[in-house]
């Protein structure tokens, strides 16, 4: 007889363990699929200083686990493996993977988002010293410092203007000759006197010695190249969401995010999407964190419905 679970989630990022302890504590059976570690991306980060509870601040590897303890002490399992594919729209819906078919009544995706590279040597040894994707999670360790943000969008201009409050300088950097963000952000930012912009250039290099120390940027019209100094970078250029499981099952916006309202609801009934994966104004920890408990209350309802 094969076991079919009252929910199954993809991804074991905090989004995807919180909506597992929701469930497992209200008495269903549940799984987390997760290929890597407990945390997801939040595990890659040495301190999270931005989550409630931790006046110290947290590593996000532990409290990946921590999160994964948490609900596996009321009964959530966990199985190491990459999910190949799915089929949503079956009864039950069938997850392959790694480690074999699983089946759920419900699933979770919270397979989170990837932020978007620069694609430049050494991008990738320096990230953690001097390389950074989220001014929210990573810009107090700036205070007082210059740094600077490629990109020209919404997410880009926010970053500059949330870094203009903890920075000595912010450079703003962008290869057009004016920002694609709404123009809600322009204002502010031509206002703050620390933020210095730099039209029409790309980040060509990247100069460091135990941390960044700065960049070249390079004319994208005249191809000169200068260096600039700073202490940090923060690439705004956009993120990546993991959606090519579901692409083909799911509504997805024009960038590739599950279309999924408060409710975690998506377009087929008793699938739900948690954290980054989702659309959504704000994508940090404590967002998935509520995503998961969320989903797993209307999951609850969708199984007393349908069961």
């Known amino acids: 007889m094969?076991?079919?679970?009252?929910?199954?989630?993809?991804?074991?990022?905090?989004g995807g363990y919180t909506a597992a302890l929701y469930a497992a504590r209200a008495g269903l059976s549940t799984l987390v699929l997760e290929k890597l570690s407990a945390g997801g991306q939040m595990a890659l980060t040495s301190q999270i200083d931005n989550y409630p509870g931790f006046p110290e601040g947290v590593d996000g590897f532990e409290l990946g686990e921590k999160m994964?303890?948490?609900?596996?002490?009321?009964g959530a399992k966990t199985e190491l493996a990459e999910v190949f594919s799915v089929d949503l729209k079956a009864q039950p819906k069938v997850i392959e993977s790694s480690e074999g078919t699983f089946y759920g009544k419900t699933v979770v995706l919270s397979t989170g988002a990837s932020p978007r590279k620069l694609g430049v040597d050494r991008e990738e040894e320096l990230i953690g010293r001097g390389v950074n994707y989220c001014a929210h999670c990573d810009g107090m360790f700036y205070r007082g410092k210059t740094v600077a943000v490629v990109g020209g969008g919404n997410t880009a201009a926010a970053d500059a203007l949330h870094l203009s409050r903890i920075?000595?300088?912010?450079?703003?950097?962008h290869r057009r000759d004016t920002l694609r963000a709404t123009k809600i952000y322009h204002e502010p930012l031509q206002k703050a006197q620390n933020v210095e912009f730099i039209w029409n250039s790309t980040v060509s290099r990247?100069?460091?010695?135990?941390?960044?120390?700065?960049?070249?940027?390079?004319?994208?019209?005249?191809?000169?190249?200068?260096?600039?100094?700073?202490?940090?970078?923060?690439?705004?250029?956009?993120?990546?969401?993991?959606?090519?499981?579901?692409?083909?099952?799911?509504?997805?916006?024009?960038?590739?995010?599950?279309?999924?309202?408060?409710?975690?609801?998506?377009?087929?009934?008793?699938?739900?999407?948690?954290?980054?994966?989702?659309t959504k104004a704000?994508?940090?920890?404590?967002?998935?964190?509520?995503d998961g408990a969320v989903a797993?209350?209307?999951a609850d309802e969708y199984l007393a419905e349908h069961d």
Do not use: W
Request: hydrophobic fraction near 40%.
């Open 68 to 74: 994964r303890q948490g609900a596996e002490r009321f």
């Open 2 to 14: 094969k076991q079919v679970y009252d929910m199954i989630i993809i991804g074991g990022g905090p």
């Open 296 to 298: 797993a209350q209307y």
């Open 167 to 173: 920075c000595e300088k912010v450079i703003l950097i």
């Open 206 to 278: 990247l100069h460091s010695g135990e941390k960044l120390t700065a960049v070249t940027v390079k004319d994208v019209n005249t191809a000169e190249e200068r260096e600039i100094s700073c202490d940090g970078i923060f690439v705004s250029v956009g993120r990546s969401p993991a959606t090519d499981l579901v692409k083909d099952q799911l509504a997805l916006d024009d960038a590739g995010y599950v279309i999924s309202d408060e409710t975690t609801r998506t377009s087929l009934p008793g699938v739900f999407a948690v954290g980054d994966v989702r």
């Open 282 to 290: 704000l994508r940090q920890i404590v967002t998935a964190v509520a």
